[in-house]
């Protein structure tokens, strides 16, 4: 198995893209620590996968934009394992409408989940990463933080602050062993989608199944390198 005994933290592991991806890291035989903010869906996918694959799980109830829960969890993580080999910020929230009739509140709270979410679990676990000269932070700044369209006003400021804030890390991190993935994919069919009201064609979107595929690809890659940006589009979406 590909990550026997490592330890993958995954934020917004309730659903979608999180949740399935950690199907794909505990079949790969890695330790994980399972966090979102609510509790049953956590406890539900830990019992899976126990069962599945007989895979260690932490669950951390917890609330991405508060910076005092998401340090704690990390220090239950580091306390429980002793190392966090693997973070992937799946965690997200988004509205798609004209700037004109986005609310101030649908914006903060796009800016408090997508960029400080990801920033509060980067820096606690890089921390972490940092000491052991090892790790790899994953993130998904989506193909809307590489390239604006329509009624993204909003959500684009979110998701290209978390492409530059992973660049700048890059930097921050470059002797210290810490890798860093962006990975920018076209829509992904998840229930993200549920509450949009904008026309869309979920049939030709990425199946959350592919684009969890490719996150395991990122973590997998051989030691001496790294999958730093990875672009995945639905063909009719071609930029």
Request: aromatic share 8%.
């Given at each position: 198995?590909?990550?026997?005994?490592k330890v993958v933290f995954i934020t917004g592991a309730g659903r979608g893209i999180g949740r399935e991806s950690a199907k794909r890291f505990a079949k790969e035989g890695a330790k994980l620590v399972l966090m979102s903010r609510t509790k049953h869906q956590?406890?539900?996918?830990?019992?899976?996968?126990?069962?599945?694959?007989?895979?260690?799980?932490?669950?951390?109830?917890?609330?991405?934009?508060?910076?005092?829960?998401?340090?704690?969890?990390?220090?239950?993580?580091?306390?429980?394992?002793?190392?966090?080999?693997?973070?992937?910020?799946?965690?997200?929230?988004?509205?798609?409408?004209?700037?004109?009739?986005?609310?101030?509140?649908?914006?903060?709270?796009?800016?408090?989940?997508?960029?400080?979410?990801?920033?509060?679990?980067?820096?606690?676990?890089?921390?972490?990463?940092?000491?052991?000269?090892?790790?790899?932070?994953?993130?998904?700044?989506?193909?809307?933080?590489?390239?604006?369209?329509?009624?993204?006003?909003?959500?684009?400021?979110?998701?290209?602050?978390?492409?530059?804030?992973?660049?700048?890390?890059?930097?921050?991190?470059?002797?210290?062993?810490?890798?860093?993935?962006?990975?920018?994919?076209?829509?992904?069919?998840?229930?993200?989608?549920?509450?949009?009201?904008?026309?869309?064609?979920?049939?030709?979107?990425?199946?959350?199944?592919?684009?969890?595929?490719?996150?395991?690809?990122?973590?997998?890659?051989?030691?001496?390198?790294?999958?730093?940006?990875?672009?995945?589009?639905?063909?009719?979406?071609?930029?």
């Amino acid at each position: 198995m590909k990550l026997q005994d490592k330890v993958v933290f995954i934020t917004g592991a309730g659903r979608g893209i999180g949740r399935e991806s950690a199907k794909r890291f505990a079949k790969e035989g890695a330790k994980l620590v399972l966090m979102s903010r609510t509790k049953h869906q956590l406890d539900e996918l830990a019992r899976e996968l126990f069962e599945l694959y007989d895979t260690d799980s932490l669950v951390e109830p917890c609330d991405v934009t508060n910076a005092a829960q998401v340090k704690a969890a990390v220090e239950n993580a580091l306390a429980t394992f002793a190392k966090i080999d693997i973070l992937l910020n799946a965690a997200g929230v988004g509205h798609l409408k004209p700037v004109t009739e986005l609310s101030v509140e649908e914006f903060d709270q796009m800016i408090d989940v997508n960029l400080k979410g990801v920033f509060y679990a980067s820096k606690f676990v890089t921390e972490a990463m940092a000491k052991q000269k090892s790790g790899l932070v994953i993130n998904l700044p989506g193909i809307l933080g590489k390239a604006v369209m329509r009624m993204s006003s909003g959500y684009s400021a979110s998701k290209y602050g978390v492409t530059g804030l992973t660049r700048a890390m890059m930097q921050d991190f470059a002797r210290d062993g810490v890798k860093f993935t962006l990975l920018h994919f076209g829509g992904v069919d998840t229930p993200f989608w549920d509450n949009i009201t904008m026309k869309v064609q979920r049939e030709k979107m990425i199946s959350v199944h592919h684009a969890a595929e490719m996150i395991l690809l990122a973590a997998t890659q051989p030691a001496q390198f790294v999958l730093n940006e990875l672009v995945l589009q639905p063909e009719s979406h071609q930029l």
